[in-house]
């Protein structure tokens, strides 16, 4: 994808988790940051020019991605795209100090993930404080990485 398209997506996210509840909605609200989260840190990544902005849309599978073909999409192997999430797939290059800090709240909630949205981890106020610290962290970094063009 390409940088606006991975800010507007990630803002239409912020946009409906900001309209849920945590406590009731919890795993809905999860994804949502986990999913802006993601979209901001592949934009960052892009302004960096750790990964190329393209056409490719990233699938579950690390480095095949979807590519529209007409009205149609077929499969096709990448490197150098978007990631799936953090360490899919792996960055070689060393990050910039905001991307670097975008990873590390990011990998918070992706720590968090399966107990949390998976398994059966008590959601408890203290919990949605933590990711939304981690998700607002996350954000903060990665859209200052993106309004720098990636070098700050």
Same mark, same amino acid.
């Given at each position: 994808?390409?940088?606006?398209?991975?800010?507007?997506k990630?803002?239409? &996210?912020?946009?409906?988790?900001?309209?849920l509840?945590?406590a009731t909605?919890?795993?809905?609200? &999860?994804?949502?940051?986990?999913?802006? /989260?993601?979209?901001? @840190?592949?934009?960052?990544?892009?302004?960096?020019?750790? #990964?190329?902005?393209?056409?490719r &849309?990233? #699938?579950?599978?690390p480095?095949?991605?979807?590519?529209?073909? /007409?009205? #149609?999409?077929?499969?096709? @192997?990448?490197? *150098?795209?978007?990631? @799936?999430?953090?360490g899919?797939?792996?960055?070689?290059?060393?990050?910039?100090?905001?991307?670097?800090?975008? &990873?590390?709240?990011?990998?918070?909630?992706?720590?968090?993930?399966?107990?949390c949205?998976r /398994?059966?981890?008590?959601v #408890?106020?203290?919990? @949605?404080?933590?990711?939304?610290a981690a998700?607002n962290?996350?954000? *903060?970094?990665?859209r200052?990485?993106?309004?720098? /063009?990636g070098?700050s």
């Amino acid at each position: 994808m390409r940088i606006a398209e991975h800010v507007a997506k990630a803002d239409r &996210f912020e946009a409906r988790r900001a309209g849920l509840d945590p406590a009731t909605d919890f795993e809905l609200w &999860f994804w949502m940051g986990l999913s802006a /989260g993601t979209a901001l @840190i592949n934009a960052a990544l892009h302004a960096a020019g750790i #990964t190329k902005e393209n056409n490719r &849309f990233a #699938t579950q599978v690390p480095d095949v991605y979807a590519v529209p073909d /007409g009205r #149609t999409w077929h499969p096709e @192997i990448a490197f *150098g795209s978007d990631l @799936i999430h953090i360490g899919l797939p792996a960055i070689e290059q060393p990050l910039p100090p905001a991307v670097a800090r975008a &990873f590390e709240a990011m990998e918070v909630i992706e720590h968090l993930r399966d107990p949390c949205v998976r /398994g059966d981890h008590p959601v #408890t106020k203290e919990l @949605i404080m933590e990711v939304d610290a981690a998700y607002n962290r996350c954000a *903060g970094a990665a859209r200052e990485a993106i309004g720098s /063009g990636g070098s700050s």
